[in-house]
């Protein structure tokens, strides 16, 4: 007989909340592209929120949120290492993901 | 000792980690979930409070896990206290690297809250050699897990 799924409806809410949160301070973040671009404060903190969802949206039920987060996270990392040019095509990539990351928490 | 008297510390810097870790540890009956987010604050935090474990995540502001685990297997006050890693850095490299500083086992993010919840209870019992029901009697010293991995 299969396990019960863990309940964590208790806490989803929460979740939910932070994450809406984080989704605001990543647009907040690609807002400041020049930023971004050079590799500042907007960078880290983006990748910094990318690299947390990643590893919390799977472990709260949500695939499609580790999903997104590790694609973007892995982006920002090729652009930290130049390896990507900070260029419109990359802002727009990672405004489809944030905007897909505030349709699942909305 | 029972599984209810353990004392657990949760070193991570992203809250929603923080409470779904203080909701597997409670759901196992543990209580005496202390948390911190800050790496410099591990080391004073163990030695003041001995907790029975320690998970902690490898990317912390104040000073980085890593340096944070050595410190702690190298201070006499702390070194027997078992260290669970959790972290989103998936590399073997990280992993040999954490297990070598004395880790007692590494665990990649994102995880299954379910299993992550049977296994800390698992290694709980294992590790203190206690039933999950308050017996009242002594736990074993602090070590590696027999066997196992999370």
């Known amino acids: 007989m299969a396990e019960p799924a863990l309940d964590l409806s208790e806490i ?76 419109e095509r990359l802002r727009t990539f990672m405004q489809v993901q944030i905007e897909r990351l505030a349709e699942i928490f909305k | 000792m029972a599984v209810t008297s353990f004392r657990v510390l949760v070193c991570e810097d992203d809250p929603a980690m923080v409470r779904i870790f203080q909701f597997l540890l409670q759901k196992q009956g543990i209580s005496q979930v202390l948390t911190t987010s800050d790496g410099s604050k591990v080391v004073p935090i163990s030695q003041r409070e001995k907790p029975h474990l320690i998970l902690l995540d490898l990317m912390m502001p104040g000073k980085d896990g890593l340096s944070v685990l050595k410190d702690l297997k190298n201070n006499e006050a702390t070194s027997s206290i078992p260290v669970i890693v959790i972290s989103g850095i998936e590399s073997k490299n990280q992993v040999s690297l ?53």
């Open chain 2, 98 to 150: 954490a297990i070598d500083a004395g880790a007692a086992d590494y665990v990649t993010k994102p995880f299954d809250s379910m299993e992550l919840g049977s296994r800390l209870q698992e290694f709980l019992q294992a590790l203190y050699n206690t039933p999950s029901t308050n017996t009242g009697s002594a736990g074993n010293p602090p070590g590696r897990i027999p066997g196992g991995s999370l």
């Open chain 1, 12 to 87: 989803i809410g929460l979740y939910k909340d932070d994450a809406r949160r984080s989704v605001g301070q990543m647009r907040d973040a690609v807002a400041k592209w020049p930023e971004m671009a050079a590799n500042g404060e907007a960078c880290q903190q983006l990748r910094r929120l990318a690299h947390q969802l990643r590893g919390s949206g799977r472990t709260y039920g949500f695939r499609g949120v580790s999903r997104i987060g590790k694609a973007m996270e892995q982006v920002i990392i090729k652009l930290q290492a130049k390896r990507l040019p900070a260029d």
